[in-house]
C-alpha cells in the first residue's frame, strides 16, 4: 500500500526543487483534482507539467532527487513524446509514479499562465486550474477522468470555463471527435 503523505511529500518536494531553480511548474492530476472537487479521491502517482520543453530533460532530470531512477532511454522518451513515466521506488513500500509533462504547443503555454497557487504539506504550489485539468482529463479520455471531470463542473465553487475546455479539446483533436462530443454533452451541468 502506498502511503499518501509519501506521494504529497514527494510532489511538494519535486516541486520545490524545480521551482528554486527556476523551472516553472504545476502539480496536476489527482493531487490537483483535489482542490477542484468537493470530495476529492486519493492517488498514487504524481503529475506535474514542466513549463519547459523537453530539450530540456536532462535538465529537469538532474534536479531530482538521488532516488528518481533515470537514464538515456528516460531522456530518448521526453524527446520524443513530451512526456515520460518514472517509477520512483519506496522503500516504505509500494513504488509511486512519476509523470512529467513537457511544453509541447500553444495549449501547454496557456496552462502555464492559468495555474494557481495552494497549500499543500507545509508549503504553498502551483496547481492547474480546473479548466485546464478538464481539458487533459478530456484529451487522457480514461473511464476515471468523465467522473473527475463531472465532479469538477459540479464543485459547489467550481471554476471551471466549459466553454474554454470545450474550445481547446475541439482545438486540439477537433470538433468532430468523441472526447469533445462528450465534453460538451456535459453542458446540462452547468
Known amino acids: 500500500m502506498r502511503d499518501p503523505l509519501v506521494v504529497l511529500q514527494r510532489a511538494v518536494d519535486v516541486y520545490g526543487r524545480l521551482t528554486s531553480a527556476g523551472i516553472e511548474c504545476a502539480i496536476g492530476g489527482a493531487l490537483a483534482l483535489g482542490y477542484h472537487v468537493d470530495d476529492p479521491r486519493g492517488t498514487s502517482d504524481i503529475d506535474l507539467n514542466v513549463s519547459v520543453l523537453a530539450s530540456r530533460g536532462r535538465e529537469v532530470l538532474e534536479l531530482m532527487p538521488a532516488d528518481v531512477p533515470w537514464d538515456a532511454d528516460t531522456i530518448a522518451a521526453i524527446e ?38 495552494v497549500p499543500m504539506m507545509d508549503s504553498t504550489v502551483r496547481v492547474l486550474s480546473a479548466t485546464d485539468l478538464t481539458v487533459f482529463k478530456a484529451l487522457f479520455n480514461r473511464s476515471k477522468d468523465w467522473p473527475d471531470i463531472e465532479s469538477m463542473l459540479l464543485a459547489h465553487d ?11 479539446v475541439a482545438e486540439i483533436v477537433g470538433s468532430g471527435d468523441p472526447r469533445a462530443q462528450r465534453l460538451e454533452s456535459l453542458r446540462y451541468l452547468t
Not at 158 to 168: F, G, M, P
Open 158 to 168: 467550481s471554476t471551471v470555463d466549459l466553454d474554454e475546455a470545450i474550445r481547446w
Open 80 to 117: 520524443r513524446d513530451d512526456q515520460v513515466r518514472i517509477t520512483w521506488p519506496n522503500p516504505a513500500g509500494i513504488s509511486i509514479p512519476l509523470d512529467l509533462f513537457f511544453i509541447a504547443g500553444d495549449f501547454h503555454e496557456v496552462v502555464r499562465t492559468r495555474t494557481e497557487f
